[in-house]
């Protein structure tokens, strides 16, 4: 399998306290984490919170500071959010929240612009009643639907969900699970699932890397993972999951 993204020897780090006078702490949040990501590969992360499982993707996006190395093999992954609605211009139609790449991107004329998201909310299952609405005025399932028809008008081949589908209710999770399996059949995706739910990431990873404390502990299939898993880390977590 062809890598969609390289990581290797990366560290990050941040400052905590200081003032005026004297820099603070530095304390160092993710500690030589390498991995790669295939083409069409659905990599799930998992981990308690504070186990640098955010910070990772905020490198990978570009978003923080760090030292190793990052290689993408396509152009720059979008990321899709916990929280839709507070990730949505609340002023913006959703015709416009999801044309707003587009527009700074600056390559197209309005015409195929129009054409462009016409075709991705329908591939995100939000018809012609929806364009003129505004974010308040949908379900959260909905908007997380614009969520993702957003991140996926620039057509890249990577996308980070980070805890995508967590402020959902199950039915409507599971709705949102099944479009971006589709979504990643039809336009040959890579994502980097990110997770506190175990069961979910069962249901959707193809390998599962579990960090804590910055570090990665185990990786493996998801098989792997849940059948034979090695650090107690790991077992940890499977068994808060049960």
């Not at 905020?58 to 929280?83: A, C, N, W």
């Not at 999801?98 to 329908?122: A, C, N």
């Not at 959902?168 to 949102?176: A, C, G």
Request: aromatic share 8%.
């Amino acid at each position: 399998m062809e890598p969609i993204l390289e990581i290797k020897n990366l560290n990050s780090f941040y400052r905590q306290g200081g003032s005026a006078f004297s820099k603070g702490k530095t304390v160092q949040v993710l500690k030589n984490v390498s991995l790669t990501i295939g083409q069409g590969e659905v990599l799930g992360l998992v981990g308690e919170s504070g186990s640098g499982k955010s910070t990772l993707a905020k490198s990978i996006l570009g978003m923080t500071e760090y030292e190793g190395l990052i290689v993408h093999h396509s152009r720059r992954p979008q990321m899709v959010f916990q929280d839709p609605y507070s990730s949505l211009n609340p002023a913006f139609t959703i015709r416009r929240i999801v044309e707003e790449p587009l527009r700074i991107f600056g390559k197209y004329s309005p015409q195929e612009r129009k054409q462009r998201v016409e075709e991705m909310l329908d591939a995100v299952g939000l018809g012609p009643e929806f364009y003129d609405r505004k974010p308040h005025q949908l379900s959260g399932g909905q908007r997380q639907r614009v969520s993702i028809a957003a991140a996926m008008i620039s057509k890249p081949k990577l996308v980070i969900l980070d805890e995508a589908v967590s402020a959902l209710d199950v039915t409507i999770q599971d709705q949102i699970l099944d479009l971006l399996m589709k979504l990643r059949r039809e336009f040959g995706l890579s994502y980097l699932f990110i997770s506190h739910d175990l069961n979910v990431v069962y249901q959707c990873c193809d390998r599962v890397i579990v960090m804590q404390k910055g570090e990665i502990v185990e990786e493996n299939t998801v098989d792997g993972i849940f059948d034979n898993p090695v650090h107690p880390y790991t077992k940890q977590l499977l068994k808060a999951a049960e």
